[in-house]
């Protein structure tokens, strides 16, 4: 499998789940421009003092940070790491569960040379990681979960977990 089918794979799972969130940011977006236009046509009707009207613009702002952000973030969830490797598939297999026998998971299901593994770290967050063997590299793909679903603010969780995955292979690849 190349690392564009894997991509294509991942990317066709979670297609209900982009667009919800897609739709939120875009939600977050339009709002926080409503509450600008809003407090521009108004003329600041609240704040005194200048230092207040520019306060008061914040609000709006975060709206946007969010939306914008989360623009950003969900196009990262299908990043594919590969590490190449002459080892055979079985001996691949060994190392990705002696990977996974230090976390803590909560369920894993295997189809061929493909595993997924969901499983809580240390801060009760979820993550979900993707493996395919084949016969000269490792795939790997991790993403975090929210509540049951991709989500989209995860706080540097799955960069964290994916270096974590590739440090270990490369290690023993």
């Given at each position: 499998?190349?690392?564009?089918?894997?991509?294509?794979?991942?990317?066709?799972?979670?297609?209900?789940?982009?667009?919800?969130?897609?739709?939120?940011?875009?939600?977050?977006?339009?709002?926080?421009?409503?509450?600008?236009?809003?407090?521009?046509?108004?003329?600041?009707?609240?704040?005194?003092?200048?230092?207040?009207?520019?306060?008061?613009?914040l609000f709006p702002l975060a709206f946007l940070a969010i939306?914008?952000?989360?623009?950003?973030?969900?196009?990262?969830?299908?990043?594919?790491?590969?590490?190449?490797?002459?080892?055979?598939?079985?001996?691949?297999?060994?190392?990705?569960?002696?990977?996974?026998?230090?976390?803590?998971?909560?369920?894993?299901?295997?189809?061929?040379?493909?595993?997924?593994?969901?499983?809580?770290?240390?801060?009760?967050?979820?993550?979900?990681?993707?493996?395919?063997?084949?016969?000269?590299?490792?795939?790997?793909?991790?993403?975090?979960?929210?509540?049951?679903?991709?989500?989209?603010?995860?706080?540097?969780?799955?960069?964290?977990?994916?270096?974590?995955?590739?440090?270990?292979?490369?290690?023993?690849?």
């Amino acid at each position: 499998m190349t690392v564009d089918q894997f991509k294509q794979k991942l990317e066709k799972s979670e297609k209900f789940s982009d667009v919800l969130n897609y739709l939120t940011c875009t939600f977050f977006i339009g709002f926080g421009f409503w509450m600008i236009g809003d407090l521009a046509i108004n003329k600041f009707p609240y704040p005194e003092t200048d230092y207040e009207k520019y306060l008061i613009l914040l609000f709006p702002l975060a709206f946007l940070a969010i939306g914008i952000y989360g623009f950003w973030r969900i196009p990262k969830n299908y990043q594919i790491g590969c590490v190449y490797s002459s080892k055979t598939i079985e001996e691949k297999w060994t190392i990705v569960h002696e990977y996974l026998s230090h976390l803590n998971v909560k369920s894993k299901t295997t189809d061929d040379n493909q595993i997924e593994c969901i499983y809580r770290n240390k801060y009760l967050n979820s993550l979900v990681v993707r493996i395919h063997l084949d016969d000269d590299k490792i795939l790997y793909n991790v993403q975090s979960l929210d509540t049951g679903d991709k989500g989209i603010i995860d706080l540097g969780l799955s960069k964290r977990a994916t270096k974590r995955l590739k440090k270990f292979l490369e290690n023993r690849l």
